[in-house]
């Protein structure tokens, strides 16, 4: 683990749009470079998001320059009206905008490459402020620019301006502004990350297991997140060569995983529960079905992406057992699980009964409840949990259905 | 419709916590409280985010104070070391911190209601800048603050510090902050809103249908917001008697009526298709199975929300229709219709054939897919409507289970 010397520096992040300020649009922008720059070692202080007025542009670029080191900014670089950005960072930095006829040789082109019509507005996306630096986009129209302002007092803060469209906007941060930023922290061109997904604990219980490799100063640094009590660990690592990026990030989640490694179900930003258990069930050439009773059934809709499987037969979603019961015209509760299975032709069964009511009286509180969990594997032994489950009314179903596929996994 | 002469104010929504600056956290607050503003006549122009600092919140509030006439806050105001915001505020105004013992007397009874300790740090929640005024909060320890800032040149600022906790801030906002907002855009202090909500169109044609009646200065002001392809108009009318709201708001409601009413299927903020459905069957005395093939399953989802109901049977989810022949033992995929209808106990089946897989590749493009929805009514008549569906990814599953209720609603 290699010690660098550098100060680290502070960053501000800056969403353009009347779409944002009036609230039409949540930015999630914001949150993503945010997350970026901090696996990076920068420290965002502030974000700010600003409507399409030029005063207000401009004293947004003034504010953040003169009180942080590196301004990320997304939105105000395509061809209309409303996008100012370049005109406020020349405004603001004291610089006129010049026409770059290389910009314009590479804008002309992917209008001819998709046949479209080229209006004579986009020209204006071909104009930086001098002295700046062109960013590519690779998948659209709209190039970035990086600036340095000069704050007078031998202090300077580099402004990287992107376009709005996620799509567009991630590329060119990972591709051209990471780098830059890695650079500028003396980390190395070249990035490399992984992200590791974990279930079954809580966000401050696993910081606890992780002590200090959660630690900002930490090389290379380790990202914790949580969605839905899904829990991401995201290493990044920044050297001169992807060898070395590489070797740091395997030693890195070698430690990870004797640590948490009983929580691990799998690597990448959109791997889930059920993408390990349709793994699983391949590796022994089984398969499926799901029975969900009360006031959800989010499995169905998980599972369903899977979409055509060998591994995956389907699910039902009933209120309560008794109609299950009535459904299949089973003697019994146990019966009609297994006329389900035999119905479905599959080889396990995964039962959650039930997930509940969430009052809206709750909405505000955190309601609890008790929920069996049984899995039927294929010899037809049942294999049930009892869980006394809490959290946030928003994230309760998704943890139960969370919590039913890691009592699955234990069984596979 | 009552004009007023009172000039638009501007306003400056100011979130605080590290845990949205380092992108842990999404801020839903800013984008709520922006809504609300708009609503009330007030024109957001920045969002500023900062993290747990105190330069920066100071910062943060000197700006904001200098370029705008009412700035809405929230977080900080909690009695850990990290929060700074009366500190923050009395730092930018230049006002001492005074102990209130009113508000420490309501802080103690609620410990006492709670049967809680009460720690000595939550005596920091009972100090207010000299001057401001507290805003009460019914569901929590941490008063809110209401503090006009002087610049000086004879304007002034006027500021509204909420816990970050939505369960605390909202209620705080929209009686105690609305009003006063209200009564500064002459509108009179009581406020009364509608939510009603709409399926079937995009945002700008419904823009486009609605006119002029989605202008920033029609009174009662009505607001548009899109959440996966619902469209909810907020009616949002302020006055000084709540009738004459009331009366504002039911003439604003048959205007909107006489426009988009086609599109219309209900009221209330969290009221969706299958909420009307269930009151559409409830009327009838008939009940519904939801069949859905492919690559999601949203509807099994959201139906389970009614929980037991006698209009909801339950739902059931594959991949193919072949699959589902399978699985009735059907001679032909109508009759495995039927037979599920019946077993299921249904008198109406819909069914919806199928979701499209959402390939990797397509997430920054707009796929588009052909799916089939089929009702069978209680005599057994099919009903199909082939739709050709686009949209961006995130949204389109969720499009086409709303599309195959609103076709279910028109034979209901």
Redesign the interface.
């Given at each position: 683990m290699t010690e660098t010397n550098h100060r680290k520096p502070t960053a501000e992040v800056i969403s353009i749009g009347d779409e944002?300020?009036?609230?039409?649009?949540?930015?999630?922008n914001?949150?993503?470079?945010?997350?970026?720059?901090?696996e990076l070692g920068v420290?965002?202080?502030?974000?700010?998001?600003?409507?399409d007025?030029m005063d207000?542009n401009v004293?947004?670029f003034r504010?953040a320059v003169r009180?942080v080191d590196v301004v990320v900014c997304t939105g105000g670089l395509g061809p209309t009206r409303d996008d100012l950005t370049r005109d406020a960072l020349a405004e603001a930095s004291g610089k006129v905008l010049e026409f770059r006829q290389q910009a314009m040789d590479k804008i002309e082109r992917l209008f001819a490459t998709r046949q479209r019509p080229m209006s004579q507005r986009n020209r204006l996306q071909a104009m930086f402020p001098k002295g700046s630096t062109t960013i590519p986009n690779p998948?659209g129209t709209a190039p970035g620019i990086d600036q340095t302002f000069d704050q007078g007092d031998e202090t300077t803060c580099r402004v990287f301006a992107l376009p709005g469209v996620p799509?567009e906007m991630k590329p060119m941060f990972d591709q051209t502004v990471a780098p830059a930023i890695a650079m500028m922290t003396g980390g190395g061109s070249v990035i490399r990350s992984l992200v590791m997904k974990f279930f079954g604990t809580g966000e401050s219980a696993m910081e606890e297991r992780l002590g200090e490799m959660i630690s900002r100063d930490r090389i290379p640094r380790v990202g914790?997140?949580?969605s839905a009590a899904t829990l991401s660990l995201r290493i990044t690592a920044s050297s001169d060569s992807a060898l070395r990026c590489d070797q740091m990030i395997a030693e890195t989640r070698d430690e990870i995983m004797s640590r948490v490694g009983d929580l691990y179900f799998g690597e990448g930003e959109d791997f889930e529960q059920y993408h390990a258990i349709d793994q699983l069930l391949r590796g022994r050439k089984e398969s499926l079905v799901v029975v969900?009773l009360?006031?959800?059934?989010?499995l169905?809709?998980w599972?369903?992406?899977?979409?055509?499987?060998p591994t995956?037969?389907?699910?039902?979603?009933?209120?309560?057992s008794g109609?299950l019961m009535?459904?299949t015209s089973a003697a019994s509760f146990d019966a009609s699980l297994d006329e389900i299975k035999s119905?479905?032709?599959a080889d396990w069964l995964l039962l959650v009964d039930p997930?509940p009511?969430i009052e809206e009286a709750d909405?505000?509180g955190m309601p609890t409840a008790d929920v069996s969990i049984v899995v039927v594997d294929p010899t037809g032994q049942r294999h049930t949990t009892s869980t006394h489950i809490g959290g946030h009314p928003e994230i309760l179903q998704p943890r139960i259905a969370k919590s039913a596929m890691a009592w699955l996994r234990t069984w596979l």
């Open positions: 944002m300020t009036s609230g039409a649009r949540l930015d999630t914001a949150q993503w470079l945010s997350r970026r720059l901090a420290e965002v202080l502030f974000h700010t998001t600003v409507c007025s207000c004293d947004v504010t009180r998948q799509a914790i997140t949580v969900e009360g006031y959800a059934a989010p169905g809709d599972f369903a992406t899977l979409g055509v499987t995956y037969r389907g699910g039902i979603s009933l209120a309560t109609q009535r459904l119905r479905f032709d997930y009511a909405r505000s």
